[in-house]
C-alpha cells in the first residue's frame, strides 16, 4: 500500500507556534523531507525528536521528488517542511505535491503558520477578497509586467518581499499604483520586533529611504477603488434609440434593443424616445 505525503507548517519566529498534530506527524513520519536540513535539524532539536532528513529544495526538487516519490509509492510516510512556513507557498514542495497527486498518492496538509494570513489577518486591509502574487522576479521587464497586470486590481494585493529589494519594490509600486495607495508593512511576524507600519506607498518611501529595512516583510496592499460606472440618463436611451432608427431599425425595435443595451425597463426607453421626438 502506498503511503502519504504530509505538509507540515513550521513556525515563521515563533518556536511555541508549532502544534501538537505537527510534532506528532514529524514523529510518526518514516522520513522528512526538509528545504535546509541544518535548519530543520535544530527545530526536531528543539522538539526532542530524532528522524531521517533528506533534503528537497528549489535547485534538486527536479530530481529528488521522484526519488521522495517513489519511496512514498513503496509504503513510506514523508512529512515535508520548509525552512519557516507552510511548504508549497512560495516555498519548495508545490511540485511534489503535483507530482505526488498526479500518482495518486494521499497528500494531507496540516494548518499552521503561513505569513501570508498572519500578515493580511493583522494588516487593517480588507479581508474579504485578495490575491496572494508570491515575490515579484527581479527581472526588471517581469515586474514592471507583473505590476502593471495588477493596475485595475481591487481586492487587496499581498507580496513577500526581501529586505534589500525592499525600497526598489515599494518605488516600482508607486509609480505603478500611485504614491498614495495605502500599504500594511508587516514586518517580523510572530517575533519579538513583529511591527505592522499602516501608511501609504509614498509615506513608505519615505520612511525607508531614511533607515534602511530590516528583517522580513509582508506587503499587504489595497486594492484599486472599484470604478463607479455612471448609470445610463434617459437622454442616453433618446439618443441610443435615434441613432438605431437612424440606421434603419423601426422605432419598437430600437426601443427594445436600447432597453437592452442599457439594462432599462421599456417603458422608462419608450418614454424618453417620445419625449426627445416631441421636442
Ligand atoms: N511558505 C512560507 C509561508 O507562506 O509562510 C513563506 C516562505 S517565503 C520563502 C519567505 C517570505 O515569507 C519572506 O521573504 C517574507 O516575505 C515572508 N515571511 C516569512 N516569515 C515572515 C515573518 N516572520 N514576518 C514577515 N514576513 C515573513
Known amino acids: 500500500m502506498a503511503g502519504m505525503l504530509y505538509l507540515v507548517p513550521t513556525p515563521i519566529g515563533n518556536l511555541g507556534d508549532i502544534s501538537i498534530r505537527c510534532r506528532q506527524t514529524l514523529e ?53 517542511v520548509s525552512d519557516a512556513g507552510s511548504p508549497a507557498i512560495s516555498d519548495p514542495g508545490e511540485d511534489l505535491v503535483k507530482l505526488c497527486a498526479e500518482a495518486g498518492v494521499t497528500v494531507c496538509a496540516i494548518p499552521g503558520p503561513c505569513a501570508v494570513i498572519t500578515a493580511l489577518s493583522i494588516s487593517g486591509q480588507s479581508t474579504g477578497r485578495f490575491c496572494f502574487e508570491g515575490f515579484l522576479s527581479t527581472a526588471k521587464k517581469s515586474r514592471r509586467e507583473h505590476l502593471e497586470s495588477l493596475v485595475d486590481e481591487t481586492r487587496t494585493m499581498i507580496f513577500y518581499e526581501a529586505p534589500h529589494k525592499l525600497l526598489t519594490t515599494l518605488q516600482d509600486m508607486a509609480s505603478v499604483f500611485g504614491s498614495e495607495r495605502p500599504v500594511s508593512l508587516c514586518r517580523e511576524l510572530t517575533k519579538l520586533h513583529e511591527e505592522v507600519i499602516r501608511t501609504t506607498l509614498g509615506g513608505a518611501i519615505a520612511l525607508y529611504t531614511q533607515q534602511p529595512p530590516k528583517g522580513e516583510f509582508v506587503l499587504v496592499i489595497a486594492g484599486a477603488p472599484e470604478q463607479v460606472h455612471d448609470l445610463p440618463t434617459a437622454d442616453d436611451a433618446a439618443v441610443r434609440v435615434a441613432e438605431l432608427v437612424e440606421e434603419g431599425m423601426s422605432r419598437k425595435d430600437a426601443i427594445k434593443q436600447t432597453a437592452k443595451e442599457l439594462n432599462l425597463p421599456k417603458n422608462v426607453v419608450y418614454d424618453a424616445a417620445l419625449q426627445a421626438e416631441e421636442e
Open 28 to 80: 510518526e513520519a518514516d522520513f522528512i523531507a526538509a528545504e535546509d536540513t541544518r535548519v530543520t535539524l535544530k527545530l526536531m532539536n528543539h522538539l526532542g525528536l530524532k528522524k531521517s532528513l533528506v533534503s528537497y529544495y528549489e535547485h534538486n526538487k527536479a530530481s529528488k521528488g521522484n526519488v521522495i516519490l517513489d519511496r512514498i509509492l513503496a509504503g513510506e510516510t514523508c512529512a515535508l
